[in-house]
């Protein structure tokens, strides 16, 4: 079944506490994202990845990482989160030009 | 990269009824996504127009792309409680190496039985 895993699913931490969310995906797609969406500002893209080793910045990157080592792996390192990156947190991917970016199922975030 | 409004912001119908929302930019689309999101999932991608004037259907959902390139509809006849979820329209813009999407806010849209 053609999908995008995120990994954890809901993440409870502390200010300051180094975490990564893990996002892979099983269609080969060539470009992959991640967004934070909230309340009265809908999908904000945060980083994104044109392909293997080629990743920029979306429309709010600070305080976020990523790399792109395998094509099917994007994850997202958050160095020392603090609690304004409390959100709901999308992977998705897509072909390159595709007609479909394909969602992951979203992290629940919690910084306290 | 552009703003999209989109409107309303809510919309709170009986099953039965019929609804319209819509997706409205200052600048033309290079092409135009419309997703549906459900509690607790991601946005599931409905149908993507290109061509002005472009009209498309999906089942009870009738999808419009203005003349202009520069506005969006989604109508939507019959509503049923399964229809409800967040609507989002979303840009393509899809150039060279490039490749983006910007979305807008969404419509929370909810059939009640």
């Known amino acids: 079944e053609a999908q995008v895993t995120q990994n954890p699913r809901y993440l409870i931490t502390v200010t300051g506490k180094k975490l990564t969310v893990t996002c892979s995906q099983n269609m080969n797609h060539e470009y992959m994202s991640w967004y934070r969406q909230d309340p009265g500002l809908g999908l904000r893209q945060i980083y994104y990845s044109m392909n293997v080793e080629v990743t920029d910045k979306g429309d709010v990157p600070e305080g976020y990482k990523v790399s792109r080592k395998e094509k099917r792996n994007f994850p997202l390192i958050l160095e020392s989160p603090s609690p304004n990156q409390t959100s709901l947190y999308f992977c998705?991917?897509?072909?390159?030009?595709?007609?479909?970016?394909?969602f992951g199922p979203g992290t629940r975030l919690t910084v306290t | 990269t552009q703003l999209l409004e989109q409107s309303p912001q809510f919309l709170s119908i009986q099953e039965g009824e019929n609804l319209t929302v819509y997706c409205n930019s200052s600048s033309v689309f290079s092409s135009l996504q419309w997703y549906r999101q459900e509690p607790g999932e991601g946005p599931v991608l409905l149908v993507t127009?290109?061509?002005?004037?472009e009209v498309k259907k999906l089942k009870r959902l009738t999808f419009q792309f203005g003349d202009a390139r520069k506005d969006s509809s989604l109508h939507i006849t019959a509503a049923q409680p399964g229809d409800t979820g967040l609507y989002l329209c979303?840009?393509?813009?899809?150039?060279?190496?490039?490749?983006?999407?910007?979305f807008g806010k969404g419509t929370l849209l909810t059939v009640n039985p």
């Open positions: 127009v290109v061509t002005g004037g």
């Open positions: 979303a840009e393509v813009y899809s150039g060279g190496s490039n490749y983006k999407l910007t």
């Open positions: 998705a991917s897509s072909s390159i030009g595709g007609n479909e970016q394909y």
